[in-house]
């Protein structure tokens, strides 16, 4: 995989102020639903985005999670954490936009179309669907349209297979914290057990768990 095309391509255009943050009560007091761009190889992709939105849901009624790999079909999971309802309604709402969704515990999974230009109107309607929920948007391929969603978010995390450049991942990492206000790079092996257990919803890796904590944790305000 060509990391240089994929994951550090120049920002062109500014999608700040696009997507204005979302909160909902909790407690007495206001919390902002974290909103987080995934970066990682085709073939890590959906596990790794399944594993992020399992981790944003667990203190969350459900979670939105939006996959883009270009020229790919995601992989069917071999098993399916039972779905919940919250997460049903959201996927019904998603359906209602003409977006297909899959539901997977309390994740409800969007594809994206394979064009980056397309892929971008769809992004931005199961956005609006999600409403004060969290939000998961990831994508294998580094494109404009795609890097003003990605700019957009919160925080973004790289997440490349131990095997990768040093060199390169860290220019993707500097090119991820150039998009958002937080970025973070961890190194992802998933075994064939854990591969199924993300995709499923069931279980994100522990380094998964510890980055997206750590992205998130600032926003996350005290209860009154």
Same mark, same amino acid.
């Given at each position: 995989?060509a990391?240089?095309?994929?994951?550090?391509?120049?920002?062109? $255009? =500014?999608g700040?102020?696009?997507f204005? /943050? @979302? *909160?909902?009560?909790?407690?007495? !007091?206001v919390? &902002? +639903?974290? #909103? %987080?761009g995934?970066?990682?190889?085709?073939?890590?992709l959906?596990a790794?985005?399944?594993?992020?939105?399992?981790?944003?849901?667990?203190?969350?009624?459900a979670?939105?999670?939006?996959v883009?790999?270009? $020229? =790919?079909?995601l992989?069917?999971?071999? /098993? @399916? *954490?039972p779905?919940?309802?919250? !997460?049903?309604? &959201? +996927?019904g #709402? %998603?359906r209602?936009?003409?977006?297909?969704?899959?539901?997977?515990?309390?994740?409800?999974?969007?594809?994206l179309?394979?064009?980056a230009e397309?892929?971008?109107?769809?992004?931005?309607?199961?956005?609006?669907?999600?409403?004060?929920?969290p939000?998961?948007l990831?994508t294998?391929?580094?494109?404009?349209?795609l890097?003003?969603?990605?700019?957009?978010q919160?925080?973004?995390?790289v997440?490349?297979?131990?095997?990768?450049?040093?060199?390169?991942?860290?220019?993707?990492?500097s090119g991820a914290a150039?998009?958002?206000p937080?970025?973070?790079?961890?190194?992802?092996?998933?075994?064939p057990?854990?591969?199924?257990?993300?995709?499923?919803?069931?279980?994100?890796?522990?380094?998964?768990?510890?980055?997206?904590?750590g992205?998130?944790a600032?926003r996350?305000?005290?209860?009154?």
């Amino acid at each position: 995989m060509a990391l240089r095309d994929f994951l550090i391509a120049p920002r062109e $255009g =500014d999608g700040e102020g696009e997507f204005p /943050l @979302r *909160a909902r009560e909790r407690g007495g !007091a206001v919390a &902002l +639903a974290p #909103s %987080l761009g995934v970066l990682a190889t085709a073939r890590d992709l959906p596990a790794i985005a399944v594993a992020v939105g399992v981790v944003v849901a667990r203190r969350n009624p459900a979670a939105l999670v939006c996959v883009h790999v270009a $020229g =790919d079909e995601l992989p069917a999971p071999a /098993l @399916r *954490a039972p779905p919940r309802a919250a !997460a049903t309604r &959201l +996927a019904g #709402s %998603l359906r209602a936009r003409g977006l297909v969704a899959d539901v997977r515990g309390r994740v409800a999974v969007v594809q994206l179309a394979r064009e980056a230009e397309h892929a971008t109107g769809a992004a931005a309607r199961a956005l609006a669907a999600a409403g004060a929920l969290p939000t998961v948007l990831a994508t294998a391929a580094r494109d404009p349209d795609l890097d003003v969603l990605l700019g957009a978010q919160d925080a973004i995390l790289v997440a490349l297979p131990p095997s990768a450049d040093p060199t390169l991942t860290e220019l993707a990492a500097s090119g991820a914290a150039r998009l958002a206000p937080r970025a973070t790079s961890i190194a992802v092996n998933f075994d064939p057990a854990s591969r199924a257990l993300a995709l499923a919803g069931l279980r994100a890796p522990a380094a998964v768990r510890a980055a997206v904590h750590g992205l998130i944790a600032p926003r996350q305000l005290p209860a009154a």
